[in-house]
């Protein structure tokens, strides 16, 4: 296992590129499942622990994956698409796993997909997976810790989610695709990663519209064909390098990034005092002297990012003032709490709150990552705290960023990966 050992107190200066999104290349390797005949190629995979695990997933289920490392390129055939359950190994270790569940639904007419269980951020249900399909006509139970649907052709029909799910709407989006009619999902998810999901399948001839609004119709057609497609810039590394010139007083320069994923996360960095400057693909950050305190409520998108709260939270451990942070879309994500305070922050939580008083100084100590963005957190503070900050599990942030290390040091960070 390997950990960060970063001396902090340096200011970064310089410029990072952003990889693609993560989460946009999960559900895109799923919904390449969806094509019966030829290839899907994905450019600019990153490499992250996350993509490896669904690469295992679609190879399991009998796909082909070609990968080409140096071109950070996906060559996935799902002709031989044979086999039709996700084993409890594979979608214990990531959630994202479940969006196989619609496409294997589509296409083989049977699925049968371990539940992804609790995690570290909440109990995290699938429930509205599971009532979409139903409403889309499967059949569907579960049974010892699996889902199991079956169905002739799915149908078509108004699916009303109760909240936003981002996954879920994606899953409902994948098996409607190949339905028979018009599916419309009310409620719908409307992040940008769901956007560049109904973007791919539509560029294989799906036919989606609305994917970013709340509302997304998906007319379904009998097959789909090959297509070449680059996936968008991931918004919370962007995100995250943001965050990272803000805390250390630094400059950072931001390239491939869509600045509108971003609104309001600029919105609030601005608030705290953060110079910011933006052109098409570019993102411009300066950090002020001190950050001021900034309260913070996470919403589904456009809403503030639940993935960056650990993130805005370790600058506000170090603004001037009071910030306050709400937690609404997940149950029990303030892992990172005991971690910053173990750095000398001086955080309170009651229930879905926060309360934050800012310090003028964190200080090193040992850490443990507990999820990829309480991780990410860490890194934060760490480059801040004064002395050395040794990050545990690093595992965990390396699901979602692609050797952030690398990418922090070229800017002036002091952080090395060492084994624990
Ligand atoms: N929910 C239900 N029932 C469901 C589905 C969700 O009650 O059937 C609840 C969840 O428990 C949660 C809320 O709805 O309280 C929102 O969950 P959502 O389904 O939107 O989350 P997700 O699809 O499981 C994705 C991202 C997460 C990100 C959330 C929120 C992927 C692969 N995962 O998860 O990303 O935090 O949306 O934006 O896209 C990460 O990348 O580190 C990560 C955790």
């Given amino acids: 296992m390997d950990k960060f050992v970063i001396e902090g107190g340096k200011r970064l200066s310089g410029t990072v590129?952003?990889?693609?999104?993560?989460?946009?290349?999960?559900?895109?390797?799923?919904?390449?499942?969806l094509l019966e005949k030829g290839e899907v190629i994905i450019n600019k995979v990153p490499d992250l622990a996350d993509i490896h695990t669904m690469v295992k997933v679609l190879e399991h289920l009998g796909a082909t994956v070609k990968t080409y490392p140096g071109d950070r390129k996906l060559v996935i055939n799902s002709e031989s698409l044979n086999k039709y359950e996700a084993p409890y190994e594979l979608v214990s270790k990531m959630r994202a796993s479940f969006l196989v569940l619609g496409p294997l639904l589509a296409r083989l007419k049977k699925t049968k997909v371990s539940l992804p269980g609790g995690c570290v951020i909440g109990p995290r249900p699938v429930n509205l997976h599971v009532m979409g399909f139903s409403k889309l006509g499967a059949k569907i139970s579960e049974e010892h810790g699996y889902v199991i649907a079956?169905?002739?052709?799915?149908k078509g029909n108004t699916i009303y989610f109760d909240r936003p799910s981002h996954t879920g709407t994606e899953n409902i989006i994948m098996g409607a695709t190949l339905a028979e009619g018009r599916t419309t999902i009310v409620n719908a998810a409307s992040d940008p990663e769901v956007v560049d999901l109904a973007c791919f399948l539509n560029s294989m001839g799906a036919g989606i519209q609305g994917a970013g609004s709340s509302t997304v119709t998906i007319n379904g057609v009998k097959k789909l064909k090959p297509t070449e497609y680059t996936p968008i810039p991931d918004r919370l590394e962007a995100a995250t390098f943001m965050m990272a010139a803000a805390i250390t007083g630094g400059y950072l320069e931001i390239k491939n990034v869509i600045p509108e994923h971003l609104g309001m996360v600029k919105n609030k960095l601005l608030k705290a005092g953060v110079e910011i400057s933006e052109d098409r693909k570019r993102i411009k950050v300066k950090g002020p002297k001190r950050l001021k305190a900034v309260s913070v409520t996470t919403y589904p998108f456009p809403g503030f990012p639940t993935d960056m709260q650990a993130s805005v939270m370790a600058l506000t451990c170090v603004a001037d003032g009071t910030s306050h942070i709400r937690e609404t879309v997940f149950e029990d994500r303030f892992s990172q709490v005991m971690e910053f305070n173990r750095l000398g922050a001086d955080i309170k939580v009651s229930g879905d709150r926060a309360a934050i008083n800012g310090v003028k100084d964190l200080r090193g100590a040992s850490v443990m990552a507990s999820d990829i963005r309480a991780g990410a957190g860490l890194v934060l503070a760490g480059l801040v705290a004064s002395g050395v900050t040794e990050i545990l599990r690093v595992y965990h942030i390396d699901r979602g960023y692609e050797r952030i290390e690398n990418k922090l040091r070229k800017v002036g960070a002091q952080i090395e990966r060492k084994r624990a």
């Avoid at 999104?21 to 919904?31: D, E, R, T, Y």
């Avoid at 079956?150 to 799915?154: A, F, H, M, P």
């Fill in 17 to 33: 590129r952003v990889n693609s999104s993560k989460n946009a290349v999960l559900p895109i390797l799923a919904g390449s499942l």
């Fill in 150 to 154: 079956s169905c002739d052709r799915l």
